[in-house]
T-cell receptor, first 118, second 110 residues
Framework: GAVVSQHPSRVICKSGTSVKIECRSLDFQATTMFWYRQFPKQSLMLMATSNEGSKATYEQGVEKDKFLINHASLTLSTLTVTSAHPEDSSFYIC??????????????FGPGTRLTVL | DAKTTQPPSMDCAEGRAANLPCNHSTISGNEYVYWYRQIHSQGPQYIIHGLKNNETNEMASLIITEDRKSSTLILPHATLRDTAVYYCIVRVRGDDKIIFGKGTRLHILP
């Protein structure tokens, strides 16, 4: 149980295009989802927190107009990188926490999406 | 900033117990200690968490000192597949956000 998936696992795009990454909780309902990014040899950096049905809360320094987050249902959150540039190339990881019990106590992470912007 | 301090790297012989320390001297009374690990190019994997009592599951044991200022994650019989970066995190359980520190890179030696 407690599986989180991401799609796509890897994407390559041209500079200036937009890329959408999906994060799904497969076997539980996730009231809260988080988006992180990770540059090579660095730790995960939290980008934003999203709650189902409400606007995301962005961490300081993260541009909300560039990284659009939608959490329209209890099992799906999406991150759209708008007008991507090479410096946006990174490993993007989502996590989800559930409603009750250990699902509420723990964040479960997706496998990550490797974005390369040419 | 992360509220924990961990050694940057550790080695452990395959088959032996791996003991990973973590200092969290400013932990609050309502904060839990969580451990995650990240294998290269994958998302972090939840291992275990605890408040003040020692905990054990199928993956590991968590030993928390009586004053709660430090803890140790124990992998009882380390294998090559345990090679990863291990993160010790303190947070109020629930939907509290996680701030990752630099973790400990564990190398399992054959």
């Amino acid at each position: 149980g407690a599986v989180v998936s991401q799609h796509p696992s890897r994407v390559i795009c041209k500079s200036g295009t937009s890329v959408k990454i999906e994060c799904r909780s497969l076997d539980f309902q996730a009231t809260t989802m988080f988006w992180y990014r990770q540059f090579p040899k660095q730790s995960l950096m939290l980008m934003a927190t999203s709650n189902e049905g409400s606007k995301a809360t962005y961490e300081q320094g993260v541009e909300k107009d560039k990284f659009l987050i939608n959490h329209a249902s209890l099992t799906l959150s999406t991150l759209t990188v708008t007008s991507a540039h090479p410096e946006d190339s990174s490993f993007y990881i989502c996590s989800a926490s559930g409603i009750t019990g250990i699902l509420r106590d723990t964040q479960y992470f997706g496998p990550g999406t490797r974005l390369t912007v040419l | 900033d992360a509220k924990t301090t961990q050694p940057p790297s550790m080695d452990c012989a395959e088959g032996r117990a791996a003991n990973l320390p973590c200092n969290h001297s400013t932990i609050s009374g309502n904060e839990y200690v969580y451990w995650y690990r990240q294998i290269h190019s994958q998302g972090p994997q939840y291992i275990i968490h605890g408040l003040k009592n020692n905990e054990t599951n199928e993956m590991a044991s968590l030993i928390i000192t009586e004053d709660r200022k430090s803890s140790t994650l124990i992998l009882p019989h380390a294998t090559l597949r345990d090679t990863a970066v291990y993160y010790c995190i303190v947070r109020v359980r629930g939907d509290d956000k996680i701030i990752f520190g630099k973790g400990t890179r564990l190398h399992i030696l054959p």
